[in-house]
């Protein structure tokens, strides 16, 4: 069966697929599932991966030895950037935005504004995962594929707790699984095992969580000092955000953590009352409403608190007026 991605690789000889910055499980999944599945089904064509580098627990994945080892300087036919809303996000692999035949886009943010040269977002999907999944044929995929789409599905969807999950995307979720893969094992070992300094790192964020001046939210902070400190790294912050929204009659959480020295970046994380999406693009940042990311730089932590209740509540504000004018429509 003809899909859309036989279309998209047609005449193409060579690919190279690369994703966003600090990539997470569904940046990883959606670049490796592609390469898999295009391995699969087409072995004339050379396909690379480009990322930078991720967090060890994901290195069970198939082809996880085998990134970033083509040839940076040879010129793609097709560029495929995954799961990444803006050309500013793109980490190793953007300098072959300039040299690719073709640049194609396959994401799941609404803050895509469509920078590709071709563009596949779906912003109701639960993940790039999901979206790159409809475009493939069931028929053809294999285990290494399929083990590389659930991992991203899994790890986007919080293991499918997150309000983004349809039955669709159960049902798919469902049909990876038939192919055989170890999903107790992914599961265990991208989203709930940690290593010891990881702990160390979620237990301060935790210590200095605090609640927000709007009773809402709740926000911590991670600096450079504290990686050194813990014998930690910025890749050990993932997960941390998440489990500082589970804190009872907290809607919002917001952690800044230091990237480089003055840099913050900045994870929001919502039940649903807050839209974080919206406070993050007002801060240059983009995502989903119920998990989204942004930048500040030269501010210490009392400013960049100020700037966020600012932002959220602005964001806020956008909201009401929308429902406003929504209603005096009706």
């Not at 087409?42 to 991720?54: C, E, G, K, S, Y």
């Not at 159960?170 to 989203?191: H, N, Q, V, W, Y």
């Not at 702990?199 to 969580?209: D, F, V």
Request: glycine residues 10%; charged residues 25%; hydrophobic residues 35%.
């Amino acid at each position: 069966m003809k899909t859309r991605m036989d279309e998209l690789l047609n005449g193409a000889s060579r690919i190279a697929v690369c994703g966003h910055l600090r990539p997470d499980g569904d940046c990883i999944g959606s670049t490796l599932g592609l390469r898999a599945y295009v391995q699969a089904i087409r072995p004339d064509i050379r396909a690379d991966v480009w990322l930078d580098p991720f967090p060890e627990s994901y290195q069970i994945l198939p082809g996880a030895d085998q990134v970033n080892t083509g040839d940076p300087s040879v010129r793609p036919d097709i560029l495929f950037v995954m799961d990444c809303s803006d050309p500013n996000r793109i980490g190793r692999g953007r300098d072959l935005c300039e040299k690719a035949g073709k640049v194609i886009c396959i994401d799941h943010h609404m803050t895509n504004g469509g920078f590709a040269d071709e563009n596949i977002i779906y912003p109701d999907y639960s993940s790039a995962c999901e979206v790159l999944y409809t475009l493939l044929d069931e028929g053809r995929m294999n285990r290494d594929a399929a083990a590389c789409l659930y991992t991203g599905i899994a790890s986007d969807t919080g293991v499918f707790q997150y309000a983004s999950v349809t039955e669709d995307t159960m049902r798919r979720a469902g049909k990876l699984i038939s192919f055989g893969i170890d999903f107790p094992k992914i599961l265990t070992e991208t989203c709930f095992e940690v290593r010891f300094t990881h702990q160390k790192l979620m237990a301060l964020a935790l210590e200095r969580m605090e609640i927000m001046p709007d009773g809402r939210g709740v926000v911590s902070w991670i600096s450079q000092e504290d990686y050194k400190r813990l014998h930690s790294s910025v890749m050990e912050t993932d997960g941390i955000v998440e489990q500082m929204r589970c804190t009872r009659g907290i809607d919002y959480s917001v952690l800044f953590y230091e990237t480089e020295p003055g840099t913050y970046k900045i994870s929001f994380r919502s039940r649903g009352a807050t839209n974080v999406g919206e406070a993050a693009r007002l801060l240059g940042g983009g995502g989903h409403k119920l998990a989204a990311g942004a930048s500040l730089t030269g501010m210490d932590y009392e400013q960049m608190k100020q700037r966020v209740e600012s932002v959220i509540r602005q964001a806020g504000e956008q909201k009401s007026a929308a429902a406003k004018e929504q209603g005096e429509r009706r």
